[in-house]
């Protein structure tokens, strides 16, 4: 696995608006709300996962939709005809179902549901008849499905509970007596993920079942994690997947080689065998050769993956193309060729790849399904004939399904059409900005809406996290709540953002956050240049790696009114200790372990500079994000105290690390807690009602 840390119009009005009053009609109660707000979080649908049938003529994919009652994503399985555009629903009801995967004949569909009440199990739904059946009962949830060629059983991964250390023995519970709860013993490496909790005893592993049903033949064994994709050989003898089976795979996190494993025997074979991550195993129609990615780790906490291809048995290495601005982040291999989507200049773009190096781009724009904040991103999948269903862009609406054939490329959805009809949303326009240093710096304003020319508008500088990811005109609630308030949005990809080459996201190569500060002033300095955000008014948010950023400009500048930071690293020591990538962040990001070179550590930290902050700031964490854990904010909010600056600690609670683990409802109230902060301190704001 690659390790990577901090990861048409859409809105299709059935109507032109809201109609107008009649003449004498009292408009001053039950009028429409005409901005977005709030309750439009409910209601909001996104579209994801769309997978095309192998013959190209329907799609399923996954459609979640945010339910008032239960404050929560519902996700069901929906169906497309691609030639009429027709959708009827597949699967849905009780629990959450997702993960559709066809199979190699296009009579089935597996899938993932939780309707039974318990855990994830695996599902397989026959088109014919319409009926679905669950297939096995799991102790685990299962994870990377994939049919057998000729359809008769499917593979997946799924955790294999363990036993985990045991010391001493406790004393016998005598009957009927009510104890404390056992004592919790640790001695994994990384002991805790993000969005997981802590790490249960046991290792993921490969499976096969039967798709008619029956119990599950385990495939791999060992104290290690076997997983990734899996893919079959196309005579059905042989699966190919990712792992790290190394000695000291739990200290080595961004380690994996692509293995083959013989089903009759369950022998495995290494085909890759470098320092460094290989993986994303795709085979050749043909079944001759072995497309994936990788990179040779040399202790960046960027490297760029290439792509390459070796015969099925390991051998004839070679490298296809260098020339991709962003590492490849997906692959389909089928009889229309070699597909691959990728990040470039604020897009995800698909391509279609010769095995001399030359790349075709396709028609498609993905958009992603993160729709809290305008990241890059999109899932497709291609079919036979080389038809792609894809996740549609827009910065008006999250992403609907699109579909591009021979014919042309249509949208086949308009999820959000009524649900927006009526609403005023802000637009995006792009800024202009170069860095001090003559390099340019993509960049974009989201205005207000109703936002007249010339008008200078109270500006919030937003900035995305991971370092190493990227923003675009992409739809983002936060922003539209930003936008319905007054706010402009400016936001950039500094340097580190992909997309733009692997120079570029080297930028900030072992000075991480430091060399950042002069693009994002660029960055304003221009949005104020244009003539858009009032110079008076400017105010500064960020989530992750924007997180960081926004506690590091605090102590830099003071030409903010206000500040919010979300889910911020504050101390690169604690960070690197207590975090979930223990063998990652110290050596990649930092070069080192604290000890090793501690005024390293803190020369990169924004407590360095608490003595010149002076901006009120917010503070902002999910109560269980592993990531950048919540005692990276409370730290920050200690040390703001400790300053006499204005300041307040937001904990959301059951949240991790990702803003869609939030409920709708809280997602809602986070963002109006920076609004109402913002307001605060705002020239020319009423305040709070």
């Known amino acids: 696995m690659i390790a990577r840390f901090f990861l048409t119009a859409a809105c299709l009005a059935l109507a032109s608006g809201p109609l107008a009053a009649q003449d004498g009609a009292d408009t001053s109660t039950d009028a429409p709300e005409t901005k977005f707000t709030g309750d439009d979080l409910f209601g909001l649908s996104v579209a994801s996962d769309p997978q095309i049938s192998p013959d190209g003529s329907r799609i399923a994919y996954v459609r979640r939709t945010n339910d008032i009652m239960t404050d929560k994503a519902v996700s069901s399985i929906w169906l497309i005809d691609v030639s009429t555009g027709a959708e009827t629903p597949l699967v849905t009801g009780e629990g959450s179902h997702g993960s559709p995967r066809w199979s190699p004949d296009g009579t089935r569909l597996a899938y993932i549901s939780t309707e039974s009440g318990g855990g994830a199990e695996l599902h397989v739904h026959w088109m014919a008849t319409g009926q679905s059946a669950n297939i096995t009962a799991l102790a685990e949830g299962p994870s990377g499905l994939a049919w057998s060629p000729d359809g008769t059983s499917i593979a997946y991964t799924a955790r294999v509970p363990g036993k985990g250390l045991t010391l001493g023995k406790p004393p016998a519970t005598p009957e009927g007596a009510e104890w404390g709860k056992p004592l919790q013993i640790i001695d994994r490496v990384t002991y805790r993920r993000d969005g997981g909790t802590y790490v249960k005893p046991g290792t993921r592993q490969l499976f096969l079942v039967s798709a008619t049903g029956g119990s599950p033949r385990q495939l791999t064994f060992g104290e290690y994690d076997n997983g990734g994709a899996v893919e079959w050989a196309p005579d059905g003898k042989a699966l190919y997947y990712t792992a790290n089976r190394r000695e000291n795979w739990e200290l080595d996190e961004v380690e994996s080689e692509v293995y083959r494993l013989d089903i009759a025997s369950g022998a495995i074979t290494a085909l890759t065998d470098r320092d460094g991550p290989d993986g994303s195993p795709q085979v050749s129609p043909d079944g001759r050769m072995i497309a994936y990615l990788g990179y040779d780790d040399v202790g960046n906490a960027y490297d760029q993956a290439q792509l390459y291809v070796i015969n099925a048995d390991g051998s004839g290495k070679r490298l296809v193309t260098g020339d991709f601005p962003a590492s490849p982040d997906a692959m389909e291999w089928t009889g229309a060729g070699l597909f691959v989507s990728y990040e470039a200049d604020g897009e995800h773009r698909v391509a279609k790849i010769a095995l001399n190096g030359r790349k075709q781009e396709l028609a498609p724009r993905l958009g992603s399904t993160y729709y809290a904040l305008p990241y890059t991103g999109g899932e497709w999948s291609v079919s036979k004939d080389g038809t792609i269903a894809f996740t549609t862009a827009s910065a008006l609406a999250p992403p609907d399904i699109g579909v591009a054939t021979r014919a042309g490329t249509r949208t086949l959805t308009a999820l959000n059409a009524m649900h927006l009809a009526g609403k005023e949303l802000g637009q995006t326009i792009e800024l202009d900005v170069t860095a001090p240093d003559g390099v340019k710096i993509p960049a974009w304003i989201m205005l207000p809406p109703g936002y007249k020319a010339g008008d200078k508008v109270p500006t919030i500088l937003e900035m995305h996290g991971g370092p190493y990811a990227a923003y675009g005109p992409e739809f983002s609630a936060?922003?539209?709540?930003?936008?319905?308030?007054?706010?402009?949005?400016?936001?950039?990809?500094?340097?580190?953002?992909?997309?733009?080459?692997?120079?570029?996201?080297?930028?900030?190569?072992?000075?991480?956050?430091?060399?950042?500060?002069?693009?994002?002033?660029?960055?304003?300095?221009?949005?104020?240049?244009?003539?858009?955000?009032?110079?008076?008014?400017?105010?500064?948010?960020?989530?992750?790696?924007?997180?960081?950023?926004?506690?590091?400009?605090?102590?830099?500048?003071?030409?903010?009114?206000?500040?919010?930071?979300?889910?911020?690293?504050?101390?690169?020591?604690?960070?690197?200790?207590?975090?979930?990538?223990?063998?990652?962040?110290?050596?990649?990001?930092?070069?080192g372990l604290p000890w090793d070179r501690p005024m390293h550590y803190w020369e990169r930290g924004p407590l360095a500079n608490m003595n010149n902050v002076k901006t009120p700031t917010l503070v902002l964490v999910g109560a269980d994000d592993y990531r950048t854990p919540r005692s990276e904010a409370e730290q920050f909010y200690a040390a703001l105290k400790l300053m006499g600056v204005d300041t307040a600690l937001v904990v959301t609670p059951d949240s991790s690390h990702n803003n869609l683990s939030q409920t709708p409802s809280q997602q809602a109230a986070r963002t109006a807690s920076v609004i109402a902060w913002f307001d605060k301190y705002r020239e020319g704001a009423k305040g709070e009602e």
């Open 478 to 591: 936060d922003y539209q709540l930003y936008g319905a308030a007054g706010y402009a949005v400016v936001f950039s990809n500094p340097g580190g953002s992909t997309g733009y080459g692997e120079e570029f996201a080297d930028r900030i190569e072992d000075n991480y956050p430091i060399s950042n500060h002069a693009e994002l002033m660029a960055v304003v300095d221009a949005a104020i240049a244009k003539g858009y955000a009032d110079p008076d008014n400017l105010f500064v948010t960020g989530g992750s790696g924007g997180g960081i950023l926004t506690a590091w400009l605090v102590g830099k500048t003071d030409r903010f009114k206000a500040a919010a930071s979300h889910k911020p690293v504050i101390n690169w020591v604690s960070q690197a200790l207590v975090a979930d990538g223990i063998p990652y962040f110290g050596p990649y990001w930092l070069g």
